[in-house]
């Protein structure tokens, strides 16, 4: 039954990108196992990532359990449908009940997927890292897939607000291209110091996703105004100096060592 929502999703999914000609691409790919537990952590640029992380996820046979914002499950439309497919709410001021179930599916040998940056980062760097995905890899023993994601941003994402405190809207322009990269499995040591974990995580999120903004078919053209680029790389996104005042990142969170310092 559980699986059967899930093709249904996908196939709905799989409507969407072809109406708006959306080309998915996904490299690495033979470090996710088709079998068994798997530990992903993905970079986050758009609000659906999860269904371009999912559409290369299921070339592998895949079905991914992501840990997603709890409030999603306030519309009744949604949740029975999310717990069908057994993903998991998180609730930031209360994640032990979200980080149990993700052991639990671990060891049911379930993938499971977390964004660790905790939202999407304004600045399309690596923002600064929950330690939960170090945690559950140590006590697992399943090694963390970081997984980088590009494209998806020029769709459907955060950004500076217009004067009426707006973000802004989709963009359905059709033929978008979006980039996944699966990296190579990190293990975590059973005595591993997680704040260190995670650093070594930003690090290659940060590695994998940089690679990809730099492939030529997304950078923007020369003299582009290009909001959606990082502005390190030449793009018009939010600096990190910027960016403190527009995102929303947990206290407990390890901040950035990796990347642009500002």
């Not at 032990?96 to 379930?110: D, F, N, S, V």
């Amino acid at each position: 039954m559980t699986e059967r929502w899930y093709r249904l999703a996908n196939g709905v999914g799989r409507l969407a990108l072809r109406s708006l000609a959306i080309d998915v691409r996904a490299t690495g790919l033979e470090h996710l196992p088709t079998t068994g537990p798997a530990l992903l952590a993905a970079t986050h640029v758009s609000y659906p990532d999860f269904v371009f992380i999912e559409k290369a996820a299921i070339e592998r046979g895949r079905y991914v359990r992501f840990m997603t914002r709890h409030d999603i499950w306030h519309q009744r439309a949604l949740a029975g449908a999310m717990d069908r497919m057994q993903h998991i709410p998180v609730d930031r001021e209360a994640p032990a009940a979200a980080y149990l179930k993700a052991k639990r599916l671990l060891r049911e040998g379930e993938a499971v997927c977390a964004f660790p940056e905790a939202g999407i980062s304004y600045t399309y760097t690596v923002r600064s890292l929950m330690r939960g995905i170090a945690s559950l890899a140590r006590e697992t023993g399943v090694p963390v897939i970081p997984v980088a994601i590009w494209g998806s941003q020029r769709i459907y994402s955060v950004g500076r607000l217009d004067r009426a405190g707006k973000g802004p809207r989709p963009d359905f322009t059709r033929g978008r291209r979006v980039d996944i990269t699966f990296g190579e499995p990190m293990p975590v040591a059973p005595d591993a110091d997680l704040t260190e974990a995670t650093r070594g995580l930003g690090v290659h999120l940060t590695e994998l996703l940089e690679e990809i903004q730099g492939r030529p078919h997304h950078r923007p053209r020369p003299g582009e105004w290009a909001p959606w680029y990082p502005a390190h790389l030449g793009g018009a996104a939010p600096t990190r100096h910027e960016a403190r005042e527009l995102d929303s990142v947990p206290r407990s969170s390890v901040p950035p060592s990796w990347g642009p310092l500002e």
